[in-house]
T-cell receptor
Framework: DTAVSQTPKYLVTQMGNDKSIKCEQN?????MYWYKQDSKKFLKIMFS???????INETVPNRFSPKSPDKAHLNLHINSLELGDSAVYFC???????????FGPGTRLTVT | GENVEQHPSTLSVQEGDSAVIKCTYS??????FPWYKQELGKRPQLIID?????GEKKDQRIAVTLNKTAKHFSLHITETQPEDSAVYFC?????????????FGQGTTLQVKP
């Protein structure tokens, strides 16, 4: 199946823990993104990589660190998790910019 | 800063009626305007997009209009069906930034009653 996939789908963890979310796309795209969708459904860009180079780095706490080992993968590591980090995190990819972005299924992170 | 305002936040229509969702953007350099549909528990998916060199684009029951002077754009859905029920997001970006950064509106929850 050609798609954008994310693991895990659900993540429940305690405050203070460190966790990672992984994203892979097999669409051959050169640009990947991380979005956060909060409880009010608001979608906000966090990071974007183009050919493994960071091109968008929004005002996000430095506890969040993205990493792109290659064009097909973009991971998100979160240190010292806080209650306010609870949200759905979406990975997306596109071929170039300002074109359709293909979203992954999302990772629902719950911090208790 | 960059901002996209979307209205209404919720919209309820009868099956077969039309639905209109409106967005206003603040960055006059924005020139790419996609619309995404997100069904409950699912991922956002692109349904239509428009670039600033055209004023209107249509795809079957969906149309988008753009007024660059007023800095607003709208999504029109005709002959609505229950499967149109979802959250709809407008977004804007400027191609000159070369980053693909999308600024999303707050979303509109559309309910189509059978």
């Amino acid at each position: 199946d050609t798609a954008v996939s994310q693991t895990p789908k659900y993540l429940v963890t305690q405050m203070g823990n460190d966790k990672s979310i992984k994203c892979e796309q097999n669409l051959g795209h050169d640009t990947m993104y991380w979005y956060k969708q909060d409880s009010k459904k608001f979608l906000k860009i966090m990071f974007s990589y183009n050919n493994k180079e960071l091109i968008i780095n929004e005002t996000v706490p430095n506890r969040f660190s993205p990493k792109s080992p290659d064009k097909a993968h973009l991971n998100l590591h979160i240190n010292s998790l806080e209650l306010g980090d609870s949200a759905v995190y979406f990975c997306a990819s596109s071929q170039g910019v300002n074109v359709e972005q293909y979203f992954g299924p999302g990772t629902r992170l719950t911090v208790t | 800063g960059e901002n996209v305002e979307q209205h209404p936040s919720t919209l309820s229509v009868q099956e077969g009626d039309s639905a209109v969702i409106k967005c206003t953007y603040s960055d006059s350099a924005s020139n790419y305007f996609p619309w995404y549909k997100q069904e409950l528990g699912k991922r956002p998916q692109l349904i239509i997009d428009i670039r600033s060199n055209v004023g209107e684009k249509k795809d079957q029951r969906i149309a988008v209009t753009l007024n660059k002077t007023a800095k607003h754009f709208s999504l029109h859905i005709t002959e609505t069906q229950p499967e149109d029920s979802a959250v709809y997001f407008c977004a804007a970006s400027r191609t000159s930034s070369n980053t693909g950064k999308l600024i999303f509106g707050q979303g509109t929850t559309l309910q189509v009653k059978p």
